[in-house]
């Protein structure tokens, strides 16, 4: 419901003296903001003085123009104030800067207005209250607006041409033109880190889980390239899955990283690290990377981040080769006998524990037993020796991590 208002005498002692020394009231304003509010102490010259003047006076100028007609403000009235707002952001200063400033000035405004009356201008003063009161409720709901619909524009196209930026890198191409588009500065090492998040499906399928996923992705960007200075990090994620750039010498460990991410998620969270000696060298870390992540994900090990250090023997273990298709070839004649290759499965779990394994199956600790005797029957090495044991997990290792191309991540992180 809009305000009562009554026109504002233009022609009263209080407003002529008001009026007189404008464009020194609008440097005031300027000077008043500049002096309060931080970033703005920051601007160039060129920003902070004939354009935030220039500003300042029209505002005013529109501040006199509506009050002496009666009225509040309407979106013609706000058109100027709206392009300043989404000018600042544009420039990434802060909405909460750009108000503090706006209504510092306004703040000045009024202080002068006070300096100027007497007893005898009480009516004017309280009208001019009015009227301040009702621009000011006018313009900063302008302002937020037209500063968050530029703000989320801006940051979209940012984030585009980061995303873009990332795949570049990780496909190795030339990104010297992309880093410029994104006016992002690479260092000299990154970190690869390959992540997803457990018990969330790789393509929503309605919309509640679409929207957990954008929350997921929110969530992802706030923590890298905000609570934890991502001044040169680039992060391409999808909720689901995705890919972070970090610097060599971040600040901030990968693992705490990861950890706070499966804490805002609410959600484990499975990644690893492969470092990249220079820029030239993130595909074969990123390749890298998905070898440990998937290697990881085979062997059952529970959510966390991981590093070529953490597997380093099962790796070697399963790369091609003579010895793993040798390892492989040892588990050939239990291909017929599914029940085998799973009591084998779980032995290597359980190791000694016979009674824990047997439960695990289902069996009977005897029934476990035979199987155990079956297995050395048709492989010929014996799970209960320390050394075929060796054998028989080095064969199971290299068997279960052959890798599956429908399952792996795609080269390029997805959005």
Same mark, same amino acid.
């Given at each position: ?6 026109p ?9 003296r &008001? ?19 931080g970033?703005?102490? %920051? ?11 220039a ?15 009666g ?11 709206? &392009?300043?707002?989404? #000018?600042?952001?544009?420039? #990434? ?9 706006y ?15 007497? *007893? ?6 309280e ?7 009702? +621009?000011?409720?006018r313009?900063?709901v302008? =302002?937020?607006?037209?500063?968050v ?9 940012e984030r585009d041409?980061?995303?873009a ?7 190795g191409?030339?990104?010297?033109? /992309? ?7 690479l260092?000299?090492s ?6 997803? &998040? ?20 929110? %969530? ?11 001044e040169?990090?680039l992060v ?11 610097p ?10 990861? #950890? ?5 998620f ?7 690290l ?7 060298? =993130?595909?074969?870390? +990123? ?5 440990? !992540?998937?290697?990881?994900?085979a ?5 966390? /981040? !991981? ?7 099962? !790796? ?5 080769? *003579? ?9 050939? *004649?239990? #291909?017929e006998?599914?029940h ?9 779990r ?14 009977h ?9 079956? =297995?050395a ?17 080095s ?15 795609t ?5």
């Open positions: 419901m809009p305000l009562p208002l009554t504002l005498r233009m022609d009263s002692p209080l407003l002529r &008001v009026v007189g020394q404008l464009a020194g009231l609008a440097q005031d304003a300027v000077s008043g903001a500049v002096a309060e509010v970033v703005y102490r %920051q601007l160039s010259a060129e920003l902070a003085g004939p354009e935030l003047n500003t300042a006076l029209s505002h005013l100028l529109t501040f006199l123009a509506v009050a002496e007609q009225r509040e403000a309407g979106p013609g009235d706000l058109a100027a104030i709206m &392009v300043s707002a989404g #000018r600042r952001a544009e420039e #990434r200063i802060p909405l909460s800067d750009v108000l503090d400033a209504l510092t000035g306004a703040r000045v405004v009024w202080q002068a207005v006070i300096a100027a009356a007497g *007893p005898q201008d009480r009516a004017d003063v009208s001019f209250v009015a009227h301040l009161l009702a +621009f000011l409720h313009t900063t302008a =302002i937020t607006a037209t500063y619909r530029v703000h989320a524009t801006v940051s979209s196209v041409a980061r995303h930026l990332c795949a570049a890198l990780l496909a191409q030339d990104a010297g033109n /992309l880093a410029a588009q994104a006016e992002f500065a260092v000299r990154y970190s690869v880190v390959t992540l997803t &998040v457990a018990g969330v499906p790789s393509r929503p399928g309605n919309t509640g889980e679409l929207a957990s996923a954008r929350r997921r992705v929110r %969530q992802a960007h706030d923590l890298v390239e905000r609570r934890h200075g991502g040169h990090r391409a994620f999808d909720g689901h899955s995705g890919v972070l750039l970090l060599a010498a971040d600040s901030v460990s990968p693992e705490a990283l990861v #950890r706070d991410l499966a804490a805002a609410a959600l484990p969270v499975t990644a690893a492969a470092p990249a000696a220079e820029v030239e060298a =993130i595909p074969a870390a +990123f390749e890298l990377a998905r070898e440990i !992540y998937e290697l990881a994900r062997l059952d090990r529970p959510a966390g /981040l !991981y590093r070529l250090s953490d597997l380093m023997v099962e !790796y070697q273990i399963t790369r091609p080769g *003579p010895a793993r298709d040798a390892l492989e070839a040892v588990l050939g *004649p239990l #291909r006998h599914p085998l290759l799973e009591t084998l499965r779980v032995n290597m359980y190791g000694l524990d016979r009674q824990a394994a047997a439960k695990a199956l289902g069996l600790a005897n029934t476990y037993s035979y199987r155990l005797r079956r =297995i029957e048709v492989t010929g090495l014996d799970a209960t020796d320390a050394a075929d044991a060796r054998v028989l997990a064969a199971m290792l290299a068997s279960s991590t052959r890798r599956n191309p429908q399952g792996r991540n080269a390029e992180p997805r959005r």
